[in-house]
């Protein structure tokens, strides 16, 4: 078996017949407490996260060769961060579509878009949650413009309830209004956050 990380050849010996996790686990300990294993591949095969998981607990083949990739946990953070900023600022200019959409009574259209924007939402909420956990440290107490995330989040969390009342009263006006006027400076907002978070995160652990 043939195990590589980073593109080098990890020389210590595995056990024979030993699950893919076991090879995580044991490629994990070598590595400093700031590493993570990122992504795995089996026979130049990358595997996705389904398939990553129902390959874990399996016996890996004795002539495979097993390719890990590591990332400082900083690092991924950051990139996540920045991604996630990215998708904010590209959701700003088709938030006046969406508004056009629904003012014109092209409800379901109008409704799809609002609903992938509400995803987003959701996606961040998770990624902060994760990043937090990464790093070991309350990322919602980053400040921003004088405020922490926390308090940025619940303003989140007021347009997204107003935004449901209205949806639910099936108000396509009221809708409309906050898509264009409320949601658009807001993901742009979310924007500024997460990149200087990222930016800020990124120069506490020198160049990312």
Known sequence: MIVTLDGKRID???APESTLQAIVDQVRAMQP???????VA??????????????????????????LESSD???L??????????RF?????PLVAVADQLSAGQVTQGLQRVGEFIGLWQTCYRTLAQCSGLLGRDLTEYEHQGQSLTGHLGQMVDKL???????EARDMVLVADLVRYELRPLSQKW???LSGLADELAGQSGPA
């Open 73 to 75: 946990r900083t690092e």
């Open 42 to 67: 089996i026979n130049g095969h990358p595997l996705a996260d389904a398939e990553l998981n129902a390959a874990l607990g399996q016996v890996v083949a004795a002539d495979a060769q097993v390719d």
């Open 161 to 167: 309830t107003e935004l449901r009342a209205g949806l």
């Open 89 to 93: 600022q590209e959701a700003v200019e």
């Open 191 to 193: 924007h500024e956050l």
């Open 12 to 14: 210590t010996p595995f």
């Open 33 to 39: 407490d700031d590493r993570l294993v990122v992504s």
């Open 77 to 86: 953070v950051v990139s996540a961060l920045r991604g996630l900023a990215l």
